[in-house]
């Protein structure tokens, strides 16, 4: 099983990034699936989060209006779009899979596959 994350870099405030992460020997229809952050000194968090059945999203209150889930079932993937960055989104971002819910803050309750991470830094 791997999860593949891509799309990091550096971006000016203001700016957009797409993240995705790409899965391979999981199906990812069949899992709840979100994107963790990490910022150097802290602890990883939940940024935003799609359950199944319902396909409801959930995000961190940080991040609501500016981030976008998707699921890209056909093709085994799921999305982060960012928008309207700001530095304190600077973080290692990972794609994660498991469980079928997800919390009311952005992250799954249980997480069966990581992904490694990919770097986000937000600077002028």
């Known amino acids: 099983v791997q999860l593949q994350a891509s799309g990091g870099g550096l971006v000016q405030p203001g700016g957009s990034l797409r993240l995705s992460c790409a899965a391979s020997?999981?199906?990812?229809?069949?899992?709840?699936i979100g994107w963790f952050r990490q910022a150097p000194g802290k602890e990883r968090e939940g940024v935003a989060c799609i359950d199944i059945g319902y396909e409801r999203s959930y995000y961190l209150d940080s991040v609501k209006g500016r981030f976008t889930i998707s699921r890209g079932n056909a093709e085994n993937t799921m999305t982060l779009e960012m928008n309207s960055l700001k530095p304190e989104d600077s973080a290692a971002y990972y794609c994660?899979?498991?469980?079928?819910?997800?919390?009311?803050?952005?992250?799954?309750?249980?997480?069966?596959?990581w992904g490694q991470g990919t770097q986000v830094t937000v600077s002028s």
């Open positions: 020997g999981v199906t990812l229809e069949y899992y709840a």
């Open positions: 994660a899979a498991g469980g079928d819910y997800c919390s009311g803050y952005g992250g799954l309750i249980r997480v069966d596959y």
